[in-house]
């Protein structure tokens, strides 16, 4: 069973989803965008422009500007490779075009809502230098802050 996250934390994730413009999400081993389309019938009545492709060190964006029906969306498209031939694609939707950084937020947020949702991390932890309980919201100035200082059970004291 997955566990349900806290308030303070579902709503902080929205939040930040909010901000970034997100509307939706996917993620499977065949669900680039172009596949998703196919599937669905709408690839013949779509408009795709490839915006931007950046090679990372074990993961590789690329930006699609898509129209169907006159709305126009923005697609992330992010694989990762976990072994030799297997590749994970995770696809997420913005009404609003994101930057790289943008995207990679997004990316964080769906990897931290996973490690919550299988237990692999607590909303509260004990700090691992003061011995203090504390909510990973509490440890950083940031998202990404608190989100490394939960890693590490660090409560930035
Ligand atoms: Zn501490």
């Not at 596949?35 to 669905?40: P, R, V, Y």
């Not at 990679?104 to 909303?123: C, D, G, H, W, Y």
């Not at 700090?127 to 660090?154: I, T, V």
Request: proline content about 1%.
């Amino acid at each position: 069973m997955l566990n349900q996250l806290d308030e303070r934390t579902k709503n902080y994730l929205q939040a930040i989803r909010n901000n970034l413009h997100f509307l939706g999400e996917n993620g499977g081993e065949c669900l680039s965008l172009k596949e998703i389309l196919t599937k669905k019938g709408l690839i013949e009545k779509t408009a795709i422009k490839e915006l931007w492709k950046d090679e990372g060190f074990n993961f590789t964006t690329i930006l699609y500007q898509y129209t169907i029906d006159g709305v126009t969306k923005f697609c992330a498209e992010v694989w990762v490779q976990y072994d030799i031939d297997g590749v994970y694609t995770h696809t997420f939707i913005f009404s609003q075009r994101p930057n790289q950084e943008q995207v990679e937020t997004i990316r964080l947020v769906s990897e931290l809502e996973t490690k919550f949702a299988i237990n692999q991390l607590k909303p509260t932890f004990t700090c691992w230098e003061c011995d203090q309980k504390s909510h990973w919201l509490d440890s950083g100035k940031n998202f990404e802050e608190s989100y490394e200082n939960l890693k590490e059970s660090y409560c930035g004291c």
